[in-house]
């Protein structure tokens, strides 16, 4: 067909997963069509079906599990400086792709462009600052405590592991931000279940990761139904943490008893939050251990 003949049909991009620094399709070969917020809303249009998403199943939930504990260690034991600066890469290149994700969140939000770009900016500007608390951390979270006895006592934040997180399920990429990289920061390894029905910004922020310093396995980003894909996330055995930030009422409820099967660490939201709001330390410390050493005073 020419320009003459009339409008060309667009190519629609069928989005993979991210697990291990690489671009599986699902196992099981499902994909959904994602909608726009217009679309969704009953209003017609060409771009009311902007992509097609994987739908991941729970063996691709245990891949992640899998890459996320392989990097754990490479992750953790990098110097706060090194992960304070692979972060603000990361921020960079959201920057250099600001105009693609503002459209992405415009789409998947119904909002206008300008206010999809005001939400972009707020989303990196929020990763740049969770960059810098990278090297700052062990000064609000560690002490040197004082003791009887000829000792040094001191207290320092490690990481809790790797950690399940269930992005926003209504602010696409402020609130994927503002989960994510509080977890990164502190030196754990992450499972992000995208938004079910915005799950674009997570997928294209993945291909981000991929083209950054953030070595594979780090960050691994899942899309589909989020209830089939927390369930197995909250029983599995070697996630050490989880982010309910994406989950609600009784869905919420099941998922914290599933993760006491090995006492996980869990952050359950409230389905209120304000994303734009200022991100204070909570979630940043959210997924911390203290380690307290003593050590005997030379003489």
């Known amino acids: 067909m020419t320009a003459a003949q009339g409008t060309r049909l667009g190519v629609l991009k069928t989005y993979k997963l991210y697990i291990g620094g690489k671009f599986p399709r699902s196992e099981s070969g499902r994909v959904y069509e994602v909608t726009t917020a217009a679309s969704a809303a009953g209003a017609a249009g060409p771009d009311g079906w902007p992509a097609n998403a994987p739908l991941a199943s729970r063996k691709d939930a245990r891949d992640a599990v899998v890459a996320a504990r392989k990097a754990f260690g490479g992750w953790s034991g990098a110097t706060a400086y090194n992960r304070g600066q692979v972060l603000y890469r990361v921020a960079e290149m959201l920057e250099g792709r600001r105009e693609q994700f503002a459209a992405e969140v415009a789409a998947a939000e119904g909002l206008a462009r300008d206010e999809a770009l005001a939400r972009t900016d707020a989303a990196i500007d929020r990763w740049v600052w969770y960059a810098g608390w990278s090297d700052k951390v062990a000064q609000i979270a560690g002490s040197a405590n004082p003791v009887a006895g000829p000792y040094f006592n001191l207290s320092t934040p490690e990481p809790t592991g790797v950690v399940a997180v269930l992005a926003p399920q209504r602010c696409s990429l402020l609130g994927l931000v503002s989960v994510l990289a509080p977890v990164l920061v502190t030196g754990n390894t992450a499972v992000v279940v995208a938004s079910r029905e915005a799950p674009l ?42 982010d309910l930030a994406g989950a609600e009422g009784e869905l919420a409820r099941e998922l914290e008893e599933l993760a006491a099967g090995n006492l996980k660490r869990v952050v359950r939201g409230d389905g209120e939050e304000d994303w734009g709001a200022e991100p204070g330390t909570g979630r940043l410390l959210a997924f911390v251990e203290t380690k307290t050493v003593w050590h005997p005073m030379g003489f």
């Open 201 to 242: 910004p997570a997928l294209s922020l993945a291909e981000v990761l991929a083209t950054s310093d953030v070595p594979g396995g780090v960050v691994n980003v899942l899309s589909g139904d989020t209830g089939e894909l927390a369930r197995p996330l909250a029983a599995h055995q070697d996630v050490d943490a989880i």
